[in-house]
């Protein structure tokens, strides 16, 4: 994988993570300007010549590397290697995409950790949205060997041995430029709305099995429907959906919302993806640094605030839920002999409970995504004695969406294992387990992040 400092996507970002793809440096020209003209700057520059935060008055003469190590402090749990992987190729190409000014000669040393299988030990609490400063300092402790780094080598170079343990030098101006980044939310924001992406194709296929299994009517599918309402996502939604049915118009005139409106809630949920996708892939790409080497000087600036992210990863889970809430609904048709010709709970004899299970694994699971779709962009924080006044908490938007994976798989998974239920013969009462495994499987073959 080339990184360029310009065309990195998600999908990248987490095949690096997870595929152990090997990444290639394109070209080191942006990053060397904007260090040339780093050595030419005069006057205060923020963090080369000042303190931080409430400190940006102080002019240091002589600043040291204990920036770096008063930023190390986070809490938790260690997030996973491969994450903690993504942040490394994301802040890489955010340094080559040039603007802060940091010595190149660390970019190639970041692409041997990461070819390597070196990632820093990062816990999981410690950002609020303004710059991921504790996991980018973790990291640079590990390039000066004042902190371990795990080692753990990807699936594309098992049979490689490292060549050494990534060792970097960094000049005390550099201190900053290399920890003034979101790479690491960016990086789980990246990995969740690929996982997403694959997910949400996904419901379409459930869906076909469920309009399949109760004869729902198609009509509120056709192509006139579509072109009276242009939303982008509704009209793919609705076109792909038609591709998979075969069946003819149900009779029933008006078919629960379930199935009705899917192609407006789903569309409205892939729109929210795509628009988060957008958000993602700009700032993966961006010279987000303050301050910004740019021409001969340096641009102080709110760059790195995330509010972009955030939003539109708030507005991303709440359209999760929304999806989510029409699987179970419908879910709560393929229980109803009036749409199935079934009995009750697709039982095999009337009495018996058939698959009414499946709804209560489902509503546990939608009210678990309920809570993760909290809006973290209605808060804020005042730090760094009222310096900083505003946060963005798109760290917690990223995070919160990662997790949203596992309960929007379940309810998905419940009313695939219904509709296939409802599609054949029922079976006597027995354990829904595997079944409901199965489906999880069907549907996102890639383990958790």
């Known amino acids: 994988m080339e990184l360029d400092g310009a065309g990195l ?14 990444v290639t440096i394109a070209s080191l020209d942006r990053a060397r300007a904007a260090w040339a003209t780093a050595q030419e700057l005069t006057g205060p ?3 080369r010549s000042t303190g931080v935060g409430a400190n940006r008055g102080v ?3 002589k600043p040291g590397l204990d920036l770096l190590r008063s930023h190390v402090c986070g809490a938790g749990p260690l997030i996973p290697p491969a994450r903690a992987r993504a942040m490394l190729v994301v802040r890489l190409n955010q340094l080559l995409a040039g603007g802060s000014g940091i010595d190149p000669a660390v970019l190639p040393v970041l692409a041997e950790a990461i070819n390597g299988g070196f990632t820093p030990p990062i816990q999981t609490y410690g950002a609020i949205g303004t710059g991921d400063l504790g996991a980018l300092a973790t990291t640079a402790l590990c390039l000066l060997g004042e902190l371990p780094w795990h080692h753990e080598p990807p699936p594309s170079s098992e049979s490689l041995l490292p060549s050494g343990t990534p060792r970097f030098s960094f000049a005390p101006e550099d201190a900053l430029p290399f920890i003034s980044s979101g790479a690491a939310t960016l990086a789980d924001a990246a990995i969740a709305c690929h996982r997403l992406r694959l997910l949400l194709e996904a419901v379409i296929d459930v869906a076909a099995m469920s309009f399949t299994a109760v004869g729902a009517s198609a009509e509120p599918l056709a192509a006139a429907v579509q ?3 242009q939303h982008p996502g509704q009209a793919a ?19 629960p919302y379930g199935y009705r409106a899917f192609a407006q809630v789903h569309g409205a949920a892939m729109d929210a993806l795509d628009r988060a996708t957008t958000a993602i892939e700009i700032d993966l790409n961006a010279a987000a640094e303050n301050p910004l ?8 600036n709110g760059n790195f605030h995330s509010a972009p992210l955030a939003l539109a ?3 991303l889970r709440a359209a999760l839920v929304q999806t989510a809430q029409l699987s179970a609904a419908r879910l709560a048709t393929l229980m109803d002999p009036a749409y199935t010709g079934h009995h009750p709970f697709l039982a095999d004899r009337p009495g018996s409970s058939g698959a009414l299970i499946l709804e209560y694994v489902a509503q546990d699971a939608l009210a678990e995504l309920r809570l993760l779709a909290t809006p973290v962009t209605t808060g804020t924080a ?5 310096t900083e006044d505003h946060a963005g908490f798109a760290t917690q938007a990223a995070r919160n969406a990662l997790r949203c994976l596992e309960p929007l798989e379940i309810v998905l998974a419940c009313e695939r294992t219904a509709a296939l239920r409802a599609l054949n013969t029922p079976t006597p009462d027995r354990p829904l387990t595997d079944d409901l495994t199965t489906s999880r499987h069907a549907l996102t073959p890639h383990p958790p992040p």
Do not use: K, N, P
């Open 45 to 47: 520059v923020y963090g």
């Open 9 to 22: 996507t998600c999908a990248q970002v987490h095949e690096a993570a997870y595929g152990g793809a090997r």
């Open 313 to 315: 990863l708030d507005g």
């Open 237 to 255: 939604v609705a076109a792909r959906l038609r591709g998979l049915l075969t069946q003819e118009l149900a009779t029933r005139v008006q078919d």
């Open 293 to 300: 080497i740019s021409g001969s000087l340096a641009w102080h």
């Open 382 to 386: 005042v730090i760094s004695l009222g």
């Open 227 to 229: 072109e009276a309402r």
């Open 59 to 61: 002019i240091l003469d």
